[in-house]
């Protein structure tokens, strides 16, 4: 079986609504858009997300929605909400966003690795013949 070669999209997330941008990039990732597609194949393409930090959200997520983290030790839940997360790394929000959308299984882990997410515009893939996504 002859194995495609993978191509390189750009996506530019400035004013972009988080679970839409999250939607075509995982759609991406996975290689849904393909004409070939198989589930249990990885055939999805690399993802250079830039301006991660333009994002907009709906409603009042920017205040009510939370993101957690345990330790597994006793009274050691952090919570942080995700006008604070966009502040202090805006790459994860968008990280976490596509990796809930993935598949949970043993892909799930290759899909991620080819995901690029950068805050601003530079980014280090010049070499690299990107396409834009959208």
């Not at 759609?27 to 249990?40: D, E």
């Not at 790394?89 to 959308?101: N, T």
């Not at 290759?110 to 013949?129: F, I, N």
Request: proline share 3%; aromatic share 6%.
């Amino acid at each position: 079986m002859k194995t495609e070669e993978r191509k390189w999209f750009s996506i530019d997330a400035k004013n972009y609504i988080l679970g839409d941008l999250a939607t075509k990039v995982a759609i991406t990732l996975r290689g849904k858009n393909k004409v070939n597609f198989t589930p249990h194949l990885d055939q999805g393409d690399y993802v250079v997300v830039l301006n991660a930090s333009g994002i907009k959200v709906t409603g009042d997520k920017l205040k009510k929605k939370l993101y957690y983290t345990h330790s597994r030790h006793i009274g050691s839940l952090k919570t942080i909400n995700l006008q604070d997360l966009l502040e202090k790394d805006p790459i994860s929000v968008i990280r976490k966003a596509v990796l809930g959308m993935l598949p949970k299984n043993k892909l799930r882990k290759r899909m991620a690795s080819r995901l690029k997410v950068y805050a601003d515009e530079s980014h280090t893939h010049e070499a690299q013949k990107i396409t834009p996504l959208i």
